[in-house]
């Protein structure tokens, strides 16, 4: 059994509006999925500690931070309809930031382990200049940053069912990064078409999976293998970050696709399979919004990456997708293509 390396959780209860979704209790559920697995001394906590300014502008601009900051210690509201904040809010999302570089710090220190961050606010569709979808700092994308600024080549696999257009935009252009997303479309945000694929400094670096309504754990599974494998591959990862939501799930209000908790167990096996040794993966909570869904979920995935056995449902399978996968492929290469014809010949951009 691997180690399982979680940050201890911090204080989080003054980001809350009451009746919103992304609340307080979905990380007591993730750490209560955490516990069911009876790890002993398997399981390292990691200090609670901040994001510095310098560990945030690797993936936000100064002035956004100036301007969330101020707007927090103003008391906070509503910054679009979906997204929050709050008086406290400031200092709780650089703890969510902070505790993904602590776990893989930890990581870094122990050589050995997998990373869990059950920390809210989430991240993956903060911009590098604005909030947005429940999150204000992109947690993933400031580690995954940070990995960067140490020569690493960074895989995120983001399965939430919410496209993480966030991380994609934030990397977009940034060869040393490979974004790899499965999310139900369309949906919110309304980005992840298949013909988004990267920038000129990076083509082919953004690797969108869309799914419809419906889809089972069968199809994301397909499209991981046909269309991301050989990429991921040919990439060689030094490190995995997974943007692990599980709002994917059958249960889940905030969308239809028809995944199970065994669903995410697999998931998790596959992401294992892209790091290139141990100690280089790291899973970052994201959405999930049914509280037992989240639990069984988390338990399952983390139970799957440090080789255990629970896994409460059957993976699923036999829901529509498959035909979408294939013209995802194709949209893809089309792109691709048309991207290549046009930078051929061309001068040093
Ligand atoms: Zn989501």
Redesign the pocket.
């Known amino acids: 059994m691997a180690t399982l390396i979680i940050n201890e959780l911090f204080d989080d209860s003054g980001h809350e509006d009451p009746g919103h979704p992304e609340r307080p209790e979905r990380v007591t559920a993730a750490l209560d999925g955490v516990r069911d697995l009876h790890l002993g001394d398997d399981l390292v906590i990691v200090p609670a500690r901040a994001a510095t300014r310098v560990e945030l502008v690797r993936a936000h601009d100064g002035s956004y931070l100036d301007e969330l900051g101020a707007f927090c210690y103003g008391g906070g509201g509503d910054i679009d309809p979906d997204t929050y904040a709050t008086y406290d809010s400031w200092l709780i999302a650089k703890h969510a930031a902070g505790a993904g570089l602590a776990v893989i710090e930890e990581l870094q220190r122990r050589k050995h382990g997998v990373g869990f961050v059950a920390a809210r606010p989430?991240g993956?569709?903060a911009l590098k200049d604005r909030a947005m979808?429940?999150c204000l700092l992109n947690n993933v994308a400031v580690a995954a940053a940070t990995l960067v600024g140490q020569g690493q080549r960074v895989l995120i696999v983001d399965w939430?069912?919410?496209h993480g257009n966030g991380t994609q935009a934030i990397f977009w252009d940034n060869p040393d990064v490979l974004y790899v997303s499965t999310?139900q479309w369309p949906l919110?945000p309304g980005s992840g078409t298949a013909s988004e694929v990267g920038g000129w400094h990076a083509i082919g670096q953004t690797v969108n999976i869309p799914l419809p309504p419906g889809a089972t754990g069968d199809v994301v599974r397909r499209g991981i293998e046909q269309i991301a494998a050989p990429v991921i591959e040919e990439f060689a990862p030094t490190w995995v970050l997974v943007s692990a939501?599980f709002?994917?799930h059958r249960a889940d209000p905030?969308?239809n696709l028809d995944l199970t908790s065994g669903d995410f167990a697999q998931l998790a096996k596959t992401v294992v399979g892209f790091a290139p040794k141990p100690g280089r993966l790291a899973l970052f909570l994201?959405?999930?919004?049914d509280l037992e869904a989240l639990r069984a979920s988390v338990r399952s995935a983390l139970s799957a990456v440090l080789e255990g056995s629970a896994q409460d449902e059957r993976p699923s399978s036999g829901g529509p997708g498959a035909e979408q996968m294939q013209k995802a492929f194709d949209e893809r290469t089309a792109a691709l293509s048309m991207m290549h014809d046009a930078s051929e010949g061309e001068v040093e951009p």
């Open positions: 989430p993956h569709h979808g429940f939430d069912v919410h999310h919110f939501g709002d994917a905030m969308a994201e959405g999930g919004y």
